[in-house]
């Protein structure tokens, strides 16, 4: 007789799950490829040009461009308000949206919202942790990203 629990782990072992998972790939899409991220307007977190061909700037993307560059990926920038990235996020469209969103964001339920990467005070002096959005369920990229966010000094 096969202990429950035991036929669970050998299942397992012979599937050769590997854990966290992404079902929809993202992390072997975007390593080595293109990691389609969508940037709202939050200075001094973001910031997008007045012209049509200027790059965003400000802290987020300089952290997703070194990002990229630790899983040899390009990235490709799309502009908008948060209500339209999300939805995008969440039809598979992009990859990640950054503009300044904190750990309170009313998108964490359409979503996963980062491991805040640094804190700092809002104007109301409330603290305030900042966090990016990436799609649901795509856990082995968001433990990547959440890996790099870590280690990085802010």
């Given at each position: 007789m096969i202990i429950p629990g035991l036929a669970?782990?050998?299942a397992?072992?012979?599937c050769s799950a590997t854990i966290p998972t992404d079902p929809d790939g993202t992390l072997d899409r975007v390593s080595g490829g293109v990691l389609r991220v969508g940037v709202s307007p939050s200075p001094p977190w973001t910031d997008l040009p007045d012209g049509p061909d200027g790059e965003p700037a400000g802290t987020e993307v300089e952290l997703v461009e070194e990002f990229a560059g630790t899983i040899d990926a390009e990235v490709q920038w799309?502009?908008?308000?948060?209500e339209e990235l999300i939805g995008l996020l969440e039809r598979g469209e992009l990859d990640l949206v950054i503009g300044g969103l904190t750990a309170r964001s009313p998108w964490a339920e359409k979503a996963a919202l980062t491991y805040r990467y640094t804190e700092t005070t809002g104007p109301d002096g409330a603290k305030e942790l900042h966090v990016m959005a990436a799609p649901?369920?795509?856990n082995a990229f968001l433990v990547e990203?959440?890996?790099f966010l870590l280690e990085a000094d802010l």
């Open positions: 669970l782990l050998v397992l072992t012979a799309a502009a908008g308000g948060e649901m369920g795509e990203l959440e890996g």
